[in-house]
Nanobody, 128 residues
């Protein structure tokens, strides 16, 4: 059984930084494409970034590009989301997701429907 557990959320002032973690248990970590999403109250789930199974490719949407960075630690079966220059509009519950793949290419996925496993989420609140 695959489980994803996020941590690292909290309250931060605008312009500050947070690093979220997502610990993955079950399955083979190196076979997972990982994604981060966020959901604010009353809004649709929003894609924040994705990292390929090997960690050699990442993709970010424009609202977070240059501010957010995803990385993988294969020794710890953990994926990280480093968030810098935070803005009030970044306030949301942040969720990590995993998709198992047998493809060896540097695929990333932006669509939430592509992911099979999800964590419970961690709250990030940015005060202005």
């Amino acid at each position: 059984q695959v489980q994803l557990v996020e941590s690292g959320g909290g309250l931060v002032q605008a312009g500050g930084s947070l690093r979220l973690s997502c610990a993955v248990s079950g399955g083979t970590f190196s076979s997972y494409v990982m994604g981060w999403f966020r959901q604010a109250p009353g809004k649709d789930r929003e894609f924040v970034g994705s990292i390929s199974r090997s960690g050699d490719n990442t993709y970010y949407p424009d609202p977070v590009k240059g501010r957010f960075t995803i990385s993988k630690d294969h020794a710890k079966n953990t994926v990280f989301l480093q968030m810098n220059s935070l803005k009030s509009e970044d306030t949301a519950v942040y969720l990590c997701a995993a998709r198992q793949t047998s493809f060896s290419g540097s695929y990333v996925y932006t669509d939430a429907s592509r992911y099979s496993y999800w964590g419970q989420g961690t709250q990030v609140t940015v005060s202005s």
